[in-house]
T-cell receptor, first 108, second 114 residues
């Protein structure tokens, strides 16, 4: 079993839909990251969370430390949101452990 | 500062050849990480440095892989006698210890072994 699990693995949506991607982890962490990766490989950091909730534009990230679970929400999805979204946890030994990613495709 | 820079962006090599990749982190960042990512998978940890010291090396790394960060600034990752299974995206990331600072990733080096 992977230390960081994401679901779903693949997600398709129509433009405008509300999207949720889930992440569960089994190790002690100091922070959790949500990352976005476009074709070509570049990774962009969206959020770093250690508690509660953060919002940036149409993106919202939440974390429940007790349940070891985080969610990334995208409101009013748009085709340009199409990418791979990766959950990664910063372990207590300061190492990033990645989930396998969720491939999102948003169709017009 | 232009972020984390990786060179080259793409490398095609013949099986058995040696390759070397370079990563230039953000100058104030003392931690530098190397990851490998194959198609459809999340990045896998390879090794990391704090300043010039290599603190951990993954068991995934065979003896053909070596990494250095000689002056605590840029880092190189060398693969000797490349194999087709080494084909992957090699990612570098940097951060600062002790602070709630996120990681900054480079654009990666895509290696294709033919």
């Amino acid at each position: 079993k992977n230390e960081v699990e994401q679901s779903p693995q693949n997600l398709t949506a129509q433009e405008g839909e509300f999207i949720t991607i889930n992440c569960s982890y089994s190790v002690g962490i100091s922070a959790l990251h949500w990352l976005q990766q476009h074709p070509g490989g570049g990774i962009v950091s969206l959020f770093m969370l250690s508690s509660g909730k953060k919002k940036h534009g149409r993106l919202i990230a939440t974390i429940n430390i007790q349940e070891k679970h985080s969610s990334l929400h995208i409101t009013a999805s748009h085709p340009r949101d199409s990418a791979v979204y990766i959950c990664a946890v910063r372990s207590n030994t300061d190492k990033l452990i990645f989930g396998t990613g969720t491939r999102l495709q948003v169709f017009p | 500062d232009t972020g984390v820079s990786q060179n080259p962006r793409h490398k095609i090599t013949k099986r058995g050849q040696n390759v070397t990749f370079r990563c230039d982190p953000i100058s104030e960042h003392n931690r530098l990480y190397w990851y490998r990512q194959t198609l459809g998978q999340g990045p896998e940890f390879l090794t990391y440095f704090q300043n010039e010291a290599q603190l951990e090396k993954s068991r995934l790394l065979s003896d053909r892989f070596s990494a250095e960060r000689p002056k605590g600034s840029f880092s190189t990752l060398e693969i000797q006698r490349t194999e087709q299974g080494d084909s992957a995206m090699y990612l570098c990331a940097s951060t600062v210890t002790g602070l709630q600072v996120g990681y900054t990733f480079g654009s990666g080096t895509r290696l294709t072994v033919v």
